[in-house]
C-alpha cells in the first residue's frame, strides 16, 4: 500500500504562484510513477502532469504546458508540482496519485488540496 498527502494548496490571485508537495509512504521506490490530477467543480478529474517511473521527460496537460512544472525527490519521497502564471480556471482541487511499482496505471491516490485562484 501507499499513502499519499498532499499540502500547499491555497487562495492565490491571477499570475501568481504556488508549489504544491505531496508526500508518499508505504510501498513507494524510485520505480513508482507520479502525477498529478485535478478536478474543478461539476467536472471531471483530469490529468496534469506525471514522472515515468521509467525516466524521460515528465507529461503535462496542454492547459499548463510552460506554467506548471513537476519534479521528484526521491530521497524525500516527495513530488512536487509547482504552479506559476496561475489562472482562475486552474482552481480545482488537485489530487496527488502514484502508480504501482514499474506500472503505468494510477493506483494510489491523495485526498487532494484546495488550489484557488481569484481573478
Known amino acids: 500500500q501507499v499513502q499519499l498527502v498532499e499540502s500547499g494548496g491555497g487562495l492565490v490571485q491571477a499570475g501568481g504562484s504556488l508549489r504544491l508537495s505531496c508526500a508518499a509512504s508505504g510501498r513507494t521506490s524510485s520505480n513508482t510513477g507520479m502525477g498529478w490530477f485535478r478536478q474543478a467543480p461539476g467536472k471531471e478529474r483530469e490529468f496534469v502532469a506525471g514522472?515515468?517511473?521509467?525516466?524521460?521527460?515528465?507529461r503535462y496537460a496542454d492547459s499548463v504546458k510552460g506554467r506548471f512544472t513537476i519534479s521528484r525527490d526521491n530521497a524525500k519521497n516527495t513530488v512536487y508540482l509547482q504552479m506559476n502564471s496561475l489562472k482562475p480556471e486552474d482552481t480545482a482541487i488537485y489530487f496527488c496519485?502514484?502508480?504501482?511499482?514499474?506500472?503505468?496505471?494510477?493506483?494510489?491516490w491523495g485526498q487532494g488540496t484546495q488550489v484557488t485562484v481569484s481573478s
Open positions: 514522472l515515468s517511473w521509467t525516466g524521460g521527460s515528465p
Open positions: 496519485a502514484a502508480t504501482r511499482i514499474m506500472r503505468v496505471e494510477f493506483a494510489y
